[in-house]
């Protein structure tokens, strides 16, 4: 709102397959009383088998907010963001595991809501599948997207706020980025680092990235980088900027929306 951001959920609802102690003990450290736990194994002794998924990989948690140590009390409230971060798992290996966007390209991404449906979070769904939802929220909205996404950056401009697109999906090796490296991306964001980092343009969708990042694998922050061969990924990247634009397409009898057309993908 106009005096800043709040939360107004109780708790969190985490997927914990595979759930190590290690790279994630925040929601570790929350899995005691008062948590519920769902679709997961338990041995005789109590013991929980995060790894099992024989019942599904859909496996959660759900825990009261209390749970989790960093939380602003008594009230979930602050001041303006001066950060603005869209989450996006992207299962094609195209999109840069950060992104520095631009006022338009805010608007663009925002309204596109690009992610991926992830293996067990939906029946049918058994690999990661991409999906486009209007502001990461498509079902809740009350107006026309355009105007969530129009008021978003009129707030961000206000408090002098910018915006990145995190991927915390795969890349050219198969494998998805680590939770390590997201969270050195996430770090340069809040400190400020990586605004200062040197850049480069990624073809077709014209996002800036840093080509370095302290506490985050160099060789991930251009995903041409983790290709063995450079043209597959132009090859992926031309199919999902393509999706892009098909998807963009609703938004283009707005004149709102037709403006951006420019700051999404090119071909």
Known sequence: DNKGVFNFEGGCYAKVIKLDKESEPDIYNAIRRDALLENVTVDAAGKIDFADKSVTENTRVSYPIYHIEKIVRPDSHGPAAKQVIFLSADAFGVLPPVSILTPEQTKYYFLSGFTAKLAGTERGITEPTPTFSACFGQAFLELHPTKYA?????????????????????NGTGKRISIRDTRGII????????DKAPTKK????????????????????????????PAVWEEKAKDLAGR???????????????????????L
């Open 187 to 194: 770090d340069a964001i809040l400190n400020g680092s990586i």
């Open 202 to 229: 990624i073809p077709y969708f014209n996002f800036e990235v840093p080509t370095k990042l302290e506490g985050v694998d160099t060789g991930i922050l251009d995903p041409r980088d983790t290709y063995a061969d």
């Open 150 to 170: 129009e008021e978003l950056v009129k707030k961000m401009k206000k408090s002098g706020a910018k915006a990145y697109l995190v991927n915390t999906g795969w």
């Open 244 to 266: 892009f634009i098909k998807n963009f397409h609703k938004y283009e009898s707005n004149a709102a929306g037709k403006k951006l057309v420019k700051a999404g993908p090119q």
